[in-house]
């Protein structure tokens, strides 16, 4: 049973940067396409980037582009979500999950899909970027 788990969350000034990271277990994370989506208070859950078994390839939603970037180490079992020039529209508890598929992934980011039984979530880090 694949277990993710979240960290590097917290309180950042607007313009700032944080890395999330996600730690697998109980699976080899090379299988999953791996995903990063947030939810904000009063919104519901939306994708925000995903990337391929080898990281070859990745997708963004049009909100974070040119500021996240996301990459993974699957020596290691872990993802990343570098975050740069942070607004307060990132305020979200964001949330690593894993999936079998890249194509639906990289759709539910881009396309604003929603197929959310077909992850395994992690419990996610709460970003909130203030001043």
């Known amino acids: 049973q694949l277990q993710l788990v979240e960290s590097g969350g917290g309180l950042v000034q607007p313009g700032g940067s944080l890395r999330l990271s996600c730690a697998a277990s109980?699976?080899?994370?090379?299988?999953?396409?791996i995903g990063w989506f947030r939810q904000a208070p009063g919104k519901e859950r939306e994708g925000v980037s995903c990337i391929s078994y080898s990281g070859a390839s990745a997708a963004y939603a049009d909100s974070v582009k040119g500021r996240f970037i996301i990459s993974r180490d699957n020596a290691a079992n872990l993802a990343y979500l570098q975050m740069h020039s942070l607004k307060a529209e990132d305020t979200a508890v964001y949330y690593c999950a894993a999936v079998w598929s890249y194509a639906l992934c990289s759709g539910d980011v881009e396309n604003r899909g929603n197929h959310e039984s077909a992850y395994d979530w992690g419990e996610g880090t709460q970003v909130t970027v203030s001043s």
């Open positions: 109980g699976a080899t994370l090379e299988n999953y396409a």
